[in-house]
């Protein structure tokens, strides 16, 4: 089964790091990334942009409305996700885990994947 580590932090935090800081704990990331794909088990991995390139389709108004910024006011923000293949949620946890040594501070959330459309396959027409 695959498994969805949603990577939450304080983008006001992570920010303010030095560049040469965020390089060094994505270096640490990029070795985790490594041997989870030796492994098998790493699938798509992104980095999203910072909150303020946000937008957010408001859908339960007519018309629906368009805002700048995320739907909701956090202390730790969505920065990014990884996708990884797992036999067990344990699995997909203890991955969480070594993801987060290398990158300490903020949560993970780990979610199992059901796909609505497997990579591929065509739309129906």
Not at 22 to 46: I, N, S, Y
Not at 90 to 114: C, D, H, K, S
């Amino acid at each position: 089964m695959q498994y969805a580590i949603l990577c939450y932090h304080s983008e006001k935090v992570v920010n303010a790091w030095t560049p040469e800081e965020d390089a060094a704990t994505m270096e640490r990331l990029a070795a985790v990334q490594e041997g989870l794909a030796r492994r098998g088990k790493l699938g798509p991995v992104a980095r999203l942009m910072p909150t303020s390139t946000a937008t957010t389709l408001r859908k339960d108004g007519e018309p629906p409305v368009v805002l700048d910024g995320p739907f909701a006011e956090t202390k730790e923000q969505l920065l990014g996700f990884y996708i990884v293949d797992c036999e067990s949620r344990e699995e997909a946890l203890e991955i969480a885990r070594e993801l987060g040594r290398a990158n300490p501070g903020g949560a993970y959330e780990i979610r199992p994947v059901a796909y609505l459309r497997p990579a591929g396959e065509a739309p129906a027409s």
